[in-house]
């Protein structure tokens, strides 16, 4: 047997394995190395397709993602990462379980009543969005559940698929009784009108898969997950069918508006980060009152 025949069948049981071990949609193309990123960050798991597509799935332990202080910081460096590797072609964003990102560990942020600590979160905050923005191919959110944090991120896709139990909802009222400052207040507003998409922001409305499709923010509603995913990779292969240029320059496009718009969310945060501020000055008020009455 030629060395080139030990080559060829030595490749295909890597490939066998390969799929083996992780499902068909991990399949590389020869030669191809997997990127050092795709397994850097706690949170996020990704894999992409022989033909570019990559899968992006935010998760804790394989289960629904509890987003810390740390996920703020990295998150921005993995977007960045995602939007400077040209062998993406096309995105897709999803979550585990049966959320899609709902659940946050506010005490690891620190105190946000402190500039000092809030300054990196409102930097941060901006880069994160912008770096989204900055993905050149078409990028597809599919939401397999709640989404009720960072649910700006959504936003900023070409493409919503979601599934029928899926519901959107802001949680800055509902969660710490600030403003919601950190993009959700440009680009729902943007997606729904500005009184429709106020009056979400302020009532905190669960927003239903099905009544967003009827007002435009979902592209498609699916059954399931199973379903879901299955879409999500039919029209990214579809998108593949577009040629590359043409598939990058329509994303580009499609982004400009909405970054230009984004400049206006330090200005957000840093409203955020005052209301936050208020409410730790509120709890000190409240405890020397409490502690007035002890005395008493």
Not at 116 to 140: F, H, T
């Amino acid at each position: 047997m030629s060395v080139f025949t030990q080559g060829i069948i030595h490749w295909r049981w890597l490939a066998v394995i390969s799929v083996l071990l992780c499902g068909q949609n991990t399949v590389y193309a020869q030669g191809e190395a997997i990127p050092d990123y795709f397994n850097k960050y706690e949170h996020i798991k990704m894999k992409r397709t022989n033909d570019g597509i990559l899968e992006v799935r935010f998760h804790t332990d394989n289960g629904p993602i509890v987003f810390t202080g740390k996920d703020h910081t990295v998150f921005v460096e993995a977007f960045f990462m995602i939007s400077q590797d040209r062998n993406n072609k096309v995105v897709i964003f999803t979550g585990s379980g049966n959320e899609w990102f709902a659940q946050i560990n506010l005490k690891t942020l620190g105190d946000m009543s402190n500039p000092r600590v809030w300054d990196p979160i409102i930097w941060e905050g901006q880069k994160a969005l912008m770096n989204l923005l900055d993905i050149s191919v078409p990028v597809i959110f599919a939401i397999n559940g709640a989404a009720t944090v960072h649910a700006e991120y959504i936003l900023t896709g070409d493409f919503i698929l979601a599934t029928e139990d899926a519901y959107f909802q802001d949680s800055h009222l509902r969660f710490a009784g600030i403003v919601p400052g950190d993009g959700m207040h440009i680009v729902w507003p943007r997606a729904l009108g500005r009184q429709r998409g106020w009056y979400f922001l302020y009532t905190q409305e669960k927003l239903f898969a099905n009544e967003a499709h009827k007002l435009g923010v979902v592209s498609e509603v699916l059954p399931n997950k199973a379903a879901l995913m299955k879409r999500s990779y039919e029209l990214a292969r579809k998108m593949l069918k577009i040629p590359e240029l043409t598939r990058r320059y329509m994303r580009m496009l499609s982004t400009q508006p909405l970054k230009k718009d984004m400049l206006e969310v330090g200005a957000g945060l840093a409203f955020e980060g005052i209301s936050a501020a208020d409410l730790g000055i509120a709890a000190k008020e409240r405890n020397k009152g409490t502690n007035r009455n002890v005395a008493k």
